[in-house]
């Protein structure tokens, strides 16, 4: 039997209680703490201090770090006032892709051994764009670019916000009047698309940029823009319609693995660092819907690795509003090479079975594949290789919480030290805070192009997008923002990333 993603009833009702159980304390207040986004203070601490003891799997992460290029003390950054991404337009995005992982790394790099050239480094690489980049331009690939790059820009400045030197709050305007409203438009508009017109990545790259610029800059406001689109959200990239169908043997399908491999392996990825971002604020993602996410990650990563899935035919609209439009129907599972590596499964792996101490087999299995987990410039040339952070090995390797307790996401506004420090961490406990056992048999379960370009044309005069329809397993279901949710099946169009 299949459970699909909530009729009015069940989706308020399925693991409702463990959600309420789940919710780490001030999700919904207080003031944000710094660092943040991926990386807490006690985590950079952590790295540090497994580095320095010479621990595993840490220093064969951080040996993947050092061997880097982008990762190097003296990165001279290249800003430009405007970039342009997709077709029709003078390309030269890879040119702001290549100095945020550079600026990330570098940050990284210095949390780990204190040594000031790094962050230096960074710091000169945001201040120099900060300085002069002014908008981001392109065919719907824009998009794209805000999303991705805007995430991944803040997480490299919330590494270094309080170095000596680092313009902050110059950098906080240009993610609020570059990155943010592009990311938060998308949300909005869709381009003019029909709601189901984009596949899942699109939005999850726009909710992941909205939530890292709330974070980076303070403002609840965004963050809780996020946090409810991610939840209840009429495009393909909220979490109901991304993972459509739960099945009872705990794995839930992510219809992305209907298009590609390469697109689902993103989704996962930039739905787990959604989730990340949120905890470390307090905010309990990972867990949600009787942890949804958990269920669909398994999903995929069983797929990945060869396993035998099933899946769920669904169609889907497509085109512009009032404009050309059509339908395609998604009739089964994509083939899957066992080969693909992508960078995303340390952080999920260890969120599950380490903060949470729950089973997760086929999550455990394919990180041991895919470590030790490297970032950007080793995974090919093409922007696809760029699309995560990465360095998972060495940043979310952590040490499984006591039997008896789980351990909570970090309470927001708790300060920390800017500067690394090679002192242990211990990890926060709580009283099972966002601790509640997945239902459906969760728990006892056993290199290609540029995934971000979309593969097709803007479409011209297209306008703001209203709640619509999407087709799981034959039903129509009609959704309306404000209205009872209702299951849903993800779609979209573009053949590269999102």
């Given at each position: 039997m299949l459970k699909i993603a909530g009729a009015a009833a069940g989706a308020a009702g399925i693991g409702a209680a463990a959600v309420t159980a789940a919710v780490p304390a001030s999700a919904a207040g207080g003031t944000f703490a710094h660092p943040g986004l991926l990386h807490t203070q006690a985590d950079l601490d952590r790295m540090a201090a497994k580095v320095k003891a010479g621990a595993q799997p840490y220093t064969t992460g951080f040996a993947r770090l050092t061997a880097n290029r982008h990762a190097q003390s003296g990165w001279q950054a290249n800003p430009q006032a405007t970039v342009y991404r997709?077709?029709?337009?003078?390309?030269?995005?890879?040119?702001l892709y290549n100095d945020i992982h550079a600026a990330y790394q570098n940050a990284l790099r210095w949390h780990v051994t204190g040594d000031t050239a790094y962050a230096d480094t960074a710091r000169d690489i945001l201040n120099a764009w900060s300085a002069k980049l002014t908008s981001l331009e392109g065919s719907a690939d824009r998009f794209l670019a805000a999303g991705?790059?805007?995430?991944?820009?803040?997480?490299?400045?919330?590494?270094?916000?309080?170095?000596?030197?680092?313009?902050?709050?110059?950098?906080?305007?240009?993610?609020?009047?570059?990155f943010h409203?592009?990311?938060?438009?998308?949300?909005?508009n869709h381009n003019g698309a029909v709601i189901s017109n984009y596949w899942a990545n699109w939005d999850l790259t726009a909710i992941a940029c909205v939530l890292a610029t709330g974070?980076?800059?303070?403002?609840?406001?965004?963050?809780?823009?996020?946090?409810?689109?991610?939840?209840?959200?009429?495009?393909?990239?909220?979490?109901l319609n991304a993972i459509p169908v739960v099945h009872d043997d705990g794995l839930a399908e992510w219809a992305e693995a209907g298009r590609d491999q390469g697109h689902a392996l993103l989704g996962v990825g930039l739905m787990g660092t959604i989730c990340e971002m949120a905890w470390n604020q307090g905010i309990d993602l990972y867990g949600y819907d009787d942890s949804r996410f958990l269920k669909g990650a398994q999903y995929v990563a069983k797929w990945s690795m060869g396993g035998d899935v099933p899946f769920t035919p669904f169609t889907r609209k497509k085109g512009a509003i009032n404009g050309w439009s059509g339908t395609e129907t998604t009739s089964g599972v994509a083939a899957a090479d066992p080969a693909m590596v992508r960078p995303i499964w340390a952080m999920i792996a260890n969120h599950y079975t380490k903060r949470r101490r729950l089973s997760a087999t086929y999550l455990t299995r394919i990180a041991a594949q895919a470590a030790p987990e490297g970032g950007g410039g080793d995974y090919g040339p093409?922007?696809?290789?760029?699309?995560?952070l990465g360095f998972g090995t060495l940043a979310f390797t952590r040490a499984k919480a006591a039997a008896g307790e789980t351990t909570a996401s970090p309470t927001a506004g708790a300060s920390a030290s800017p500067s690394p420090s090679s002192s242990a961490s211990?990890?926060?406990?709580?009283?099972?805070a966002g601790s509640a056992t997945p239902s459906s048999g969760a728990t006892p379960l056993g290199g290609r192009g540029d995934l971000a370009s979309t593969g097709s044309s803007d479409l011209v005069a297209w306008t703001a997008a209203t709640g619509v329809s999407a087709l799981a397993g034959g039903l129509l279901l009609l959704r309306r923002r404000g209205q009872a949710r209702r299951a849903a099946a993800p779609g979209t169009t573009g053949a590269d990333g999102t």
């Open positions: 997709g077709v029709g337009s003078p390309q030269n995005y890879t040119t991705l790059y805007g995430y991944q820009f803040a997480n490299a400045a919330e590494l270094v916000r309080d170095h000596d030197g680092f313009e902050l709050a110059r950098f906080q305007k240009m993610m609020l009047d570059v409203p592009l990311s938060d438009d998308f949300l909005t974070i980076l800059c303070d403002d609840r406001a965004i963050v809780d823009r996020a946090v409810d689109y991610f939840k209840h959200g009429e495009g393909m990239g909220s979490i093409n922007s696809g290789g760029y699309d995560q211990t990890a926060v406990s709580g009283s099972g």
